[in-house]
């Protein structure tokens, strides 16, 4: 409980991954990545339950070793590639309010696929999300330079163009105006109505907490890597 708001941690982990067979038990420097979203939910004190959402049996089990508890596996409508985050994040809620006789204020939607994060990190977004009174708060990170939309190409037939027609103009780095920022997946903080009754996870009300340090998403092999290339480079 934090600010007197009980508070529901889901991990969502499909089994079904293309890019990484059975991504989400990847082994980091021999911890899955399952493994390692468990060990950080554990050493966050404030969370009241912390369930895995899956739909593999040996996914749970995997969860059940690191303090995940899984007692319920994803229908099968949640269960393919186009299955919503909300609507899954909707179905784990619920099953959780029915297990554990409570209802949840705040949700927190902890990725698997993001190994990089802390407890603080996510104490840091839950309080950030109840003081500001939004409907969510979301960690990202900034977009370097060379990501800038008004850098990105398109290609219309053969013809190469500027996504961005005012990019044309643009003579040096110094040029690009605004700051952008990209999902990093460390925390998705939502307050129960958001999740429930706006069946939204970005709203007119969404605030957003900068996490400036090395961070990674992983969805590729080689995202795998720079993982493990951070973990050896870098401390917190």
Known sequence: MILGRRVLAITPARSGSKGIPNKNLAPLKGVSLIGRAGLVLQAASFIDARV??????????????????SWFLRPASLSHDAAGAVETCQ???LESERHYGTTFDVILIVEPTSPFRTAGDLERVTRLLLESGADSAISVSPLSA?????????LDGDRLDYFDQAGSSIKARQGLTGEFFWRNGICYALTRECLMAKGAIITSHTV????NRPVVNIDDPIELLWAEFLLDHTTE
Do not use: N
Not at 208 to 211: I, L, R, T
């Open 52 to 69: 895995l959402s899956t739909d593999s049996a040996e996914y749970a089990e995997e969860g059940k070793r690191f303090g995940l508890e």
């Open 91 to 93: 179905h784990a809620l």
């Open 146 to 154: 060379k990501s800038h939309p008004r850098k990105i190409l398109v």
């Open 208 to 211: 957003a907490d900068v996490v």
